[in-house]
């Protein structure tokens, strides 16, 4: 068994198909034996596959855009959030994103991540930042929950399916971002380019289980959500409702690929990106390496049409 190290954000659901992947075979069938690491910095995971302390991550994908425009040798090489699984919740005394005119909006990074999404939403209702409001680092989805219901931070976007029990327990979604963004890629499957060119053999079997388990994702809503509950600790009721709502709106893709219309949306919005001065590369295409993801694409078909 080849081992190696994966890092990801927390206990979200997003980690579903690394998840998947362990806990139904897929990369036992491959020969390789992977750790998953959880970090609640989103920062941290970029870090460790930038280091080689990690040799493939689910990060944000706009650290990778970033990277690349400072030299950097981190690949987007296939999807994971292909579409928003947010609403924007507010503190129960909040009824309308006017409200939060001096008020605190805890995001996962100030460098990247949720923070951009933020300012964009909230400049299409007429606040801007750091002019009416506040912007705090806290950290991901459960961090911003445990926050919200603290006091500390007064509105957040929450994922599924803590949205759903934040809107069970009263709390108001000012916003459905994915309403008005509809493409867009937060997350994405990334590597060190140097490292999967120097290590194609494991490249082919590391995608080959990433694009099964996608499928397994979809087609298995049972045991998904056994797994889900198992490893993010969310109730059985919720983990169905998040299944529900992922693969009805196939914010995980089906096939493993990500979005380039996403990936450009990101672009587009993302103040980090659009401040960087004589960008070196201008298209969503030209930060992607779908090469990996397809050729396990057409080994798995093949191997389909040899048993079928």
């Not at 006091?151 to 979604?173: E, K, S």
Request: glycine share 8%; hydrophobic share 40%; net charge negative.
């Amino acid at each position: 068994m080849d081992k190696l190290k994966f890092a990801a954000v927390s206990r979200n659901y997003f980690n579903m198909p690394i998840w998947v992947a362990k806990h139904a075979g897929h990369f036992d069938a491959e020969g390789l034996d992977v750790d998953i690491e959880l970090y609640e910095p989103i920062d941290e995971v970029t870090e460790r596959l930038r280091d080689g302390r990690v040799q493939f991550a689910f990060g944000v994908t706009e650290h990778v855009i970033l990277d690349n425009e400072a030299g950097g040798h981190m690949r987007i090489i296939g999807g994971n959030v292909n579409k928003l699984p947010f609403s924007f919740i507010a503190g129960k005394n909040i009824r309308s994103i006017a409200d939060l005119r001096g008020k605190t909006v805890g995001v996962s990074s100030i460098e990247a991540g949720s923070s951009s999404l933020v300012m964009k939403l909230l400049s299409a209702h007429g606040l801007e930042y750091p002019r009416d409001y506040e912007i705090r680092a806290v950290g991901p989805i459960l961090a911003r929950w445990e926050l919200l219901q603290s006091g500390d931070i007064d509105a957040g976007l929450q994922g599924v399916p803590l949205n759903f029990i934040a809107l069970d327990q009263g709390y108001p979604t000012l916003c459905e971002p994915r309403s008005e963004f509809p493409h867009f890629q937060f997350t994405s499957l990334h590597v060190d380019g140097r490292w999967a060119e120097t290590n194609p053999d494991i490249m082919r079997r590391f995608m080959r289980a990433f694009v099964r388990a996608h499928q397994w994702f979809f087609d298995n809503r049972a045991e998904a959500t056994r797994i889900a509950v198992k490893e993010s600790g969310i109730p059985e009721a919720y983990a169905l409702r998040a299944w529900d709502e992922y693969t009805r709106e196939e914010i995980f893709p089906r096939d493993g690929n990500l979005a380039t219309e996403a990936v450009q949306t990101l672009i587009d919005i993302s103040s980090l990106i659009r401040a960087i001065p004589n960008r070196r590369k201008t298209q969503a295409d030209d930060y992607i390496d779908r090469s990996y993801l397809f050729a396990a694409q057409r080994e798995l078909k093949q191997t389909a049409g040899v048993t079928a």
